[in-house]
């Protein structure tokens, strides 16, 4: 059996309160989504681990797994641990990649992103990151260009052997981003905002992946 192109990567809009929770169920259901980052906004620790007890099963269930970023400061590791989820992913230096790494040991993924050049990719991988992101949006909300996430990720994918997730602004997107080698392409925005709904724009990712692996 062939190895799949890619598998696809869930990112939420920063979240801050359950509600969410229908629409991870309505994304997930039925497709090969392997991860979703739940994007939290600042609050106080125990109101961040009730959060993620709370929206970590509907990901679960589907058979993917549930990884917390926190937008600001916050112990990410005791989080995701209390909170029961399946890794975190941050931004920042390599010494504070180190010191998660130690604190996670191998019990749950560690992935990075927020990368500003190859350099600081490097540094992260040597940090001992499970994955790098490239392309997702910035605190602000804005992208990185297109053909500036295809360098990347084409570049890391060829020479690293640390997975990497290369973010897609739009489904039109996905079969460029496929070509670059990526393990796994990321969806935010075209997911959450297709008028069809989630399950739709997932489904619709997942067929594009699909004619990409029966290609000779």
Not at 29 to 38: I, M
Not at 68 to 96: C, K, Q, W, Y
Not at 153 to 179: D, H
């Amino acid at each position: 059996m062939a190895e799949p192109v890619a598998r696809l990567y869930l990112v939420t809009p920063v979240l801050t309160d359950a509600s969410f929770a229908p629409r991870l169920v309505e994304a997930c259901a039925g497709q090969d989504v392997a991860a979703v980052l739940l994007r939290l906004g600042p609050a106080d620790e125990r109101s961040l681990i009730n959060l993620v007890k709370a929206l970590s099963p509907p990901v679960q269930e589907a058979g993917a797994a549930a990884i917390v970023t926190v937008e600001g400061e916050a112990d990410l590791a005791a989080i995701a641990a209390r909170g029961g989820a399946d890794g975190i992913h941050v931004s920042g230096n390599p010494a504070r990649i180190r010191d998660l790494r130690e604190r996670l040991k191998s019990e749950r993924a560690l992935g990075a992103g927020g990368l500003r050049t190859k350099d600081d990719a490097m540094s992260m991988g040597e940090a001992g990151v499970d994955y790098l992101m490239f392309g997702e949006p910035r605190p602000d909300g804005s992208l990185p260009a297109l053909d500036s996430v295809v360098d990347r990720a084409s570049w890391w994918a060829e020479i690293f052997e640390t997975p990497c997730v290369a973010y897609a602004p739009t489904l039109e997107a996905v079969r460029t981003l496929l070509a670059t080698g990526a393990e796994f392409i990321a969806l935010g925005d075209a997911v959450w905002s297709h008028p069809e709904g989630p399950a739709k724009a997932v489904a619709a990712a997942a067929k594009i992946v699909g004619e990409q692996e029966a290609l000779p």
